[in-house]
């Protein structure tokens, strides 16, 4: 079985760098994360590398890295350890969400730029079918603006590709910007594509999905991976998944289709797409150099477990210590089939997540409580029926609203518009979970520097957009969606997320000035050599670099 087989890799002593580095550190036992190298020769460290993996954890809090450092050995410790770690790093906007932070990290800039402002904004696109698959929606970058670290490397070499894999359509596409690249997803149990990429799946995908690894998950059972007296986390917690299904063992349904479904919400499917990346490396000959080469890899497990089981769950544990293996396995893998010397990396998250309301503790003030604004919603639309207006002008989105006052019927009825909207405020205001309820306009004429709110929210939305009123919740409330946990706040908790380089280009340690995912960009701009071909809104990250 799958799962058994990957405790026994553990085991495996297997070379972490070049050869010579293997040879001169025989000591170091496998349970001993050893470093990502950080020291070459100088000419080595100042040419740019030949293959850049950028690997975003979905819904990854940088405090796990810490929470469960002790029993970290693989992937995860050895960029907690051996890696330029920034350990105030924010994905800095308002709308903590996978598609816009996805957006950011190889653009270097904010929502407000990318044009990818919430996951509603997201990649749907009907124009852009899915390869093998018209039952789901087509989906492409055809929102997003701008360009990304991809362009700016083939601006300056043609020949740089780029590979990105995810579970997720929008984790997949949105690093990569509107780019021409190998772009893989996970629909119906298979990897697949858009026809804004391909026509066809290349053979290497095809024989990779023919392998079934996740229907092969059918009967089988996600286990703890550490004997029982390893996890403090109680395992019977009501309040995960809703109540059910809420202890393990947590087994795969018995059809094989159903158990591809339900890989999303095991490590498992995450293991499995670190073997597609290698599998597209070779296929494309990622990383042979002279060129600098792109690897994207989102990683989705986490935040459906995040979603099911919470941040403090015995699920969330096992599956940082499972995801900490399967990244040393793969960082193994790929230091087996090109130089680790010529590879930068680079580990973030699109955003952090909250406790579970029910499980905040009674010290926090007011309660968190799970809000929803139906009835307000309601009720402003009877306003503006009142006022004889189109109530398609206004749109409640979670916490904006949103004002289309372009319409030609709104000019002689804005007293009216206005009064419905203040209404709207007032009583949202009232309601238990709400914090406050703020003008879009008034935020941008805030503090942006010293108000992390009013700045979060300056970098999601652009001056002129239509977004009315901003809807902000008490700390760890939340949006009833039927979810146990959930993110999407402009609180430190949700845009908190690990950024952390390594590679010889890197000096490591830990970092703790303030720093922002859309730095992530122009730093490995920098080490590639390359020029940002726009404005970004982050900086080079100079003090990581050697
Ligand atoms: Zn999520």
Redesign the pocket.
Known sequence: MRMIRFVGTLLLVICFSAKADCQSAPTRSASQPRELPSSVSTISALSPPSLIVLITI??FRDDYLDRFGTQLRGGLARFARGGAWFTNAHQDHAIT??APGHATLLAGRFPRSTGIMANRIGVDDPAAPILGNDAVAGASPKRFQGTTLVDWLRAKDPRSRALSVSRKDRAAILPIGRSQADVYWYVGGRFTTSRYYRDTLPDWVNRFNARRMPQNLAGKSWTLLLPDSAYKEPDSVSFEMNGRNFLFPHRFPDDSAAAAGAAIASPFLDEIELDLALDGLTALSLGRAPQTDVLSISLSAT?AI??GYGQDSREMHDNVLRLDRSLGAFIDSLFKLRDSTRIAFALTADHGVATIPELVPGSVKPTPVRVNLADLETSLRAAITAAKLDTNLVTLDHQIVLVNRDLAAVTDRTRALDNALSLFAVRARLLPGVARVDRFQDLLRGDTINDPIARRWAHQFPATSNVELVIMLTPFSLFSEGLAA??GSPYDYDTHVPLIFAGPWFAPGRYSEFARTVDLAPTLAEIAGVKPSEKLDGVVLRRALK
């Open positions: 979905d819904q969400e996978t935040d995040g979603h959930n993110h």
